[in-house]
């Protein structure tokens, strides 16, 4: 589901900016404190390009794209969504399936 939603965004950025390249990486598994998670790169002819793909890219990822994450604490751990993914979940939808990016794999708490 991520990697449809990745994909997508990356369709997007390539069909609003003139870019040559893209790379998108998103980290599995345990991530300490301080260390990268994320990995957007773009290349183009025009910095100004690769540089506004790269701003829509993260932003996008980090609002449309359900990525869960586990904070572990000394006093325990819990499951986190972004902030801006739950900001903007009711209006993310599959292209040609008129559902919810996350249909109903993602559970929202409020």
Known sequence: ???????????????????S??????????????????FIATSSVHREDSLD????MIDEVKASVPIWKKEVYSHGEVW???????????????????RKCCGKKVMVIE
């Open 53 to 56: 793909a790269c701003k829509f």
């Open 21 to 38: 390249s893209i790379a998108v990486a998103h980290r599995l598994g345990p991530v300490p404190v301080g260390e990268i998670s994320v």
């Open 1 to 19: 589901m991520a990697i449809r939603c990745i994909k997508s965004i990356c369709t997007s950025a390539r069909s609003s900016w003139n870019v």
């Open 80 to 98: 986190k969504e972004n902030s801006e993914f739950l900001e903007r979940r009711d209006e993310l939808v599959v292209p040609g399936h008129g």
